[in-house]
């Protein structure tokens, strides 16, 4: 079985400090947990949907992942490889040859399109970094990697804003499977595309992923697209992972408060519906200052006393992994984890 | 007489690279009390609709032809000075980006007092009741703190409260509100629907909802318009459309989204027409499984299929 791991993510942390400002000193008045602990794994091929709201680190998570920015504490395994430990090495061969295994889509294809290259250029570059193939075969490769994402020969010599977003975030697309990595980051790849163009993409992401078994990190606050793409589903909270389940068991019986709301929360398209809602009292709180115990606790109505004060630990229910004192299936607070 | 009623809104924008025809022969209605959906994607011409109504459409847009009338009076042929009584009095508008909207430079209780005072001429200390108690009424907490509080200071759920109280204050009658809960999380958004619901029935406002997302007209509205490239596609009853929805666009946009009941969402091919050269006949043919050979060459025009049902597609 762990040889099919292909991501192992452990006790991930990234912490912010935040400084006071001052003339001749500044000194540090609080801390971002915006990342505060959190593990998880891929399989192979498979595809983590990773969830949250604003503020709940889930692209710090990611950035973390990629090397972007270095740690605060926590590993993250790519296959057997400490991924971290190379980024921050020196050795840039290593770091170089790593980065073309673990690639990103960004959130806005506007602007991450260099506008001042051809299409062409865009896609070329990485094999220019890379040279994992032939310098002959850059073009070639580079019209194959076009072809995959559904563009034609003539896009090529563009420039990206001739393009509609849509076709723009299929040209990040190209780029970022141009190196064929085995990881790929989507970071809210469809969020700033209109509605009908968001299934084009999300369809083509699950064609590719078929036909070239990349492994996924699917990050959204869109929960339906999450289930459409994911075969497993993460849910953050400030900093925490609180649920981690499959994705149909997640929607079909969600246990985390938070995992419940944030489902209900969704308006359907279908006007029979009773919406039957919970709504979720006050907003998240600052990760400046997240409150003691469950951070969740404040909102939750289903918080009893030890949820002030001890923070529960996700616990395995069986493939399901929920940090929650509240449990209707099991009394998670006599779980020797939880003592 | 309903309450607004848009016939034939026209409004371009004359360009340097050419005029976009934003909104081109727009026309639908709203009744009192009642909640109607305008959807449509990007270059659709919902906004622009609502901007032309309220006449705060931008240079280099301008309103070329239509009516807007509010009550039976046309508020495209009133002067600048005469729409001023009725824009933010009887007919206001929430936007879609609260932080954009808000004046970052009073404080939230001082710029929904200016609004208070300008339309329901009462003096500082009553104004600043008045607000305190639509804040409270918007579900703003600690709403005499928030009165002093900045725009900057406040999280973008709040902000949009603020927004809301503010369109709200003067008690108008129809308000229209720009994708009010886009920018906002999920569960911010579900806080903030549940207010509208809340305020639209104790006020029985009528509220044109502005929105791509599908999801909150069948839970928010009772009709719908379709926008498509600044043209209406489809109108009718939010059963009916959701239902049997005539128009292939209307179609399409149901089951293209990714829902959470819903099997796989299906695909509509090419994208959102560039509005500098619009396809000619039907905008939407060059991604409609059902065009014909005509479609490209005749305009649809809307027809009332059934009482109080529209469509402009010429499958109809």
Redesign the interface.
């Known amino acids: 079985m762990s040889e099919n791991r292909l991501i192992e993510v452990r006790n991930l942390k990234r912490h912010f400090p935040v400084l006071e400002r001052g003339v001749l000193k500044r000194r540090q008045v609080g801390i971002i947990r915006a990342c505060d602990g959190i593990s998880f794994t891929i399989l192979e091929g498979e595809t983590l949907g990773l969830v949250g709201?604003?503020g709940c680190g889930k692209t710090t998570a990611a950035r973390v992942i990629l090397g972007l920015i270095p740690p605060t504490a926590g590993e993250v395994f790519l296959r057997k490889q400490n991924v971290l430990e190379v980024f921050s090495s020196k050795d840039k061969e290593a770091i170089l040859n790593l980065r073309a295994r673990m690639q990103l889509v960004f959130q806005n294809p506007y602007a991450s399109l260099n506008p001042r290259m051809t299409v062409h250029d865009i896609i070329m570059e990485p094999f220019r970094i890379h040279r994992h193939v032939l310098k002959e075969e850059y073009s070639d490769q580079a019209l194959k990697a076009l072809e995959v994402v559904g563009l034609e020969p003539e896009h090529a010599e563009r420039y990206p804003h001739e393009f509609?977003g849509?076709?723009r975030q299929r040209i990040c697309i190209a780029r970022a499977l141009a190196v064929r990595p085995e990881f790929l980051i989507l970071d809210e790849p469809v969020s700033s595309l209109?509605?009908?163009?968001?299934?084009?993409i999300?369809?083509l992401l699950r064609e590719i992923q078929a036909m070239m078994g990349t492994t996924y990190l699917y990050i959204s606050?869109?929960?339906?697209?999450v289930?459409?793409m994911s075969d497993f589903i993460a849910v953050m909270y400030l900093g925490k992972i609180v649920e981690l389940a499959e994705q149909e068991t997640f929607?079909s019986s969600p246990i985390h408060p938070y995992s419940q709301?944030?489902?209900?929360?969704?308006?359907?398209?279908?006007?029979?519906?009773e919406?039957g809602?919970i709504?979720?009292p006050?907003?998240?709180p600052s990760a400046l200052n997240p409150p003691e115990g469950c951070r969740f606790h404040p909102r939750c109505i289903r918080a009893k006393t030890v949820c002030k004060t001890k923070e529960p630990q996700l616990i395995d229910l069986g493939n399901h992994w929920v940090a929650c004192f509240r449990n209707d299936e099991v009394d998670i607070s006599t779980h020797p984890e939880n003592q | 007489m309903r309450l607004l009623e848009v016939k034939d809104l026209a409004t371009y924008f004359s360009t340097e690279a050419g005029t976009v025809k934003a909104v081109d022969g727009v026309g639908f209605d709203v009744g009192e009390g009642e909640v109607v959906g305008l959807v449509g994607e990007s270059g659709s011409g919902k906004t622009v609709t609502a901007l032309s109504i309220l006449r705060v459409v931008p240079r280099p847009g301008m309103i070329c032809r239509g009516k807007a009338l509010f009550k039976g009076t046309d508020l495209l042929r009133k002067s600048e000075r005469e729409i001023q009584s009725f824009r933010g009095k009887h007919v206001a508008m929430i936007f879609q980006d609260p932080t954009t909207s808000l004046n970052p430079t009073l404080t939230c209780g001082e710029q929904v007092a200016e609004v208070v005072r300008t339309h329901k001429k009462m003096g500082k200390s009553k104004a600043v009741e008045r607000v305190v108690e639509i804040f409270q009424s918007v579900g703003l907490p600690d709403a005499a703190l928030v009165f002093h509080k900045y725009p900057h200071q406040l999280s973008g759920g709040m902000r949009q409260r603020v927004a809301i109280a503010r369109a709200l204050c003067s008690d108008p009658e129809l308000v229209l509100a720009d994708e009010p809960t886009t920018n906002l999380d999920v569960t911010t958004q579900a806080q903030v629907l549940e207010l509208m619901k809340e305020l639209k029935k104790k006020l029985n406002m009528s509220i044109l909802l502005i929105t791509h997302d599908m999801g909150i007209v069948a839970e928010m509205c009772s009709r719908v318009v379709v926008l498509y490239a600044g043209r209406v596609c489809e109108i009718g009853d939010v059963m009916s459309v959701f239902e049997s929805p005539l128009h292939p666009y209307t179609e399409a946009l149901l089951y293209a989204v990714p829902s959470l009941d819903a099997r796989k969402p299906r695909v509509i091919p090419g994208s959102i027409p560039d509005m500098l050269n619009p396809p000619s006949g039907c905008r939407f043919h060059p991604r409609c499984v059902y065009a014909k050979h005509r479609c490209t060459d005749e305009v649809p025009q809307l027809k009332e299929v059934e009482p109080r049902r529209f469509v402009a597609c010429l499958k109809h």
Do not use: M, W, Y
């Open positions: 709201e604003s509609s849509g076709q209109d509605v009908s163009v968001r299934a084009q999300l369809t606050h869109d929960l339906a697209s289930k459409f929607f709301a944030l489902i209900s929360a969704i308006p359907r398209p279908n006007p029979r519906l919406p809602r709504i979720l006050g907003e998240v």
